[in-house]
């Protein structure tokens, strides 16, 4: 089975530019999750869905992050307009049900911004 | 709150050396304990848990032991090999929740 999927794997942009990471999540899965990891502040937490519907978006850093799941198998989480401290790697992770133990994470997005 | 401290890196090992990798936590109730691996350009991945005081959870020679009296998940492989060489996160999830709370991660080298 494919794991979860997310593109592009590195992106390189200016500041001020939007960017767009996408998430493809393991099938069958109904959780997702969109995680930040900086040397500074490690693992964060920034935005879970439940069913396609967000449940928890505290980690969301500010306005200029957003995130939609408008299907069970696709997700995006947009910064506009992007900054250099939004330099960092960005995980998505699945998994089923509500409350669950293991996550699947994909390989990451690596954001610079210059 | 929930929070996880492990032991700082870098860790640097010689092959078939002994790995112990340091974590405790403070969290209300009974959390589910686990540790994540993360080799170089990958994502993480689950490497073993424990949902109760007393679990032993282990996989590929890894072990970790859930001591609630100690809040502690310590892990430990007895003979490391070069590919075991990544970032260990210990991790925690309160009972009945979503949210992993992550250490900070362990780097550890494995030299041949």
């Known amino acids: 089975d494919a794991g979860v999927i997310q593109s592009p794997r590195h992106e390189v942009t200016e500041m001020g530019q939007e960017v767009t990471l996408r998430c493809k999540p393991i099938s069958g899965h109904n959780s997702l999750f969109w995680y930040r990891q900086t040397m500074m502040r490690g693992l964060e937490l920034l935005i879970y869905?439940?069913?396609?519907?967000?449940?928890?978006d505290s980690g969301m850093p500010e306005d200029r992050f957003s995130a939609k799941m408008p299907n069970a198998s696709f997700s995006t989480l947009k910064i506009q307009p992007s900054e250099p401290r939004d330099s960092a790697v960005y995980f998505c992770?699945?998994?089923?049900?509500?409350?669950?133990?293991?996550?699947?994470f994909g390989p990451g997005t690596r954001l610079t911004v210059t | 709150g929930n929070s996880v401290t492990q032991m700082e890196g870098p860790v640097t090992l010689s092959e078939e050396a002994f790995l112990t990798i340091n974590c405790t936590y403070t969290a209300t109730g009974y959390p589910s304990l686990f540790w994540y691996v993360q080799y170089p350009g990958e994502g993480l991945q689950l490497l073993l848990k424990a949902t109760k005081a007393d679990d032993k959870g282990s996989n590929k020679g890894f072990e970790a032991t859930y001591r609630k009296e100690t809040t502690s998940f310590h892990l430990e492989k007895g003979s490391v090999q070069v590919s075991d060489s990544a970032v260990y996160f210990c991790a925690l999830s309160p009972f009945n929740d979503y949210k992993l709370s992550f250490g900070a991660g362990t780097t550890v080298t494995v030299r041949a």
């Open positions: 869905f439940n069913n396609n519907v967000p449940i928890d």
């Open positions: 992770a699945s998994t089923r049900g509500r409350t669950t133990y293991e996550q699947y």
